[in-house]
């Protein structure tokens, strides 16, 4: 069964620092693209950074860039996203996602396996 979980979220201050990570099933996560998305309340989901299997191209958000660092362990299926200086704008439901490509993609509609998603509130 394809199956990505998402953990590590959570209530944090302005400044702080979170990780969050995705376990994700071996068909899910094999040769795979892995993004990670967001969603605040009231606006659409967007892209917050992907990484290539062998992890030699990485792409981000503007709004992340230099605050987040996405990577992944593909001995055991699981992606990170290292998240510092966080932001009261930080403050969305985190989906990682898997892409059927070897290309990085931004496009949430490029995703094929999802996440159900875990919360991270900043606090200013």
């Known amino acids: 069964q394809v199956q990505l979980v998402e953990s590590g979220g959570g209530l944090v201050q302005a400044g702080g620092s979170l990780t969050l990570a995705c376990a994700a099933s071996?068909?899910?996560?094999?040769?795979?693209?892995m993004g990670w998305f967001r969603q605040a309340p009231g606006k659409e989901r967007e892209f917050v950074a992907a990484?290539?299997?062998?992890?030699?191209?990485?792409d981000y958000a503007n709004s992340v860039k230099g605050r987040f660092t996405i990577s992944r362990d593909n001995a055991k299926d699981t992606a990170y996203l290292q998240m510092n200086t966080l932001k009261p704008e930080d403050t969305a439901v985190y989906y990682c996602a898997a892409r059927w490509s070897r290309d990085l993609s931004r496009n949430e509609n490029e995703y094929t396996y999802w996440g159900r998603g875990t919360q991270v509130t900043v606090s200013s």
């Open positions: 071996a068909r899910a996560f094999r040769w795979n693209i």
């Open positions: 990484v290539t299997w062998f992890s030699d191209i990485k």
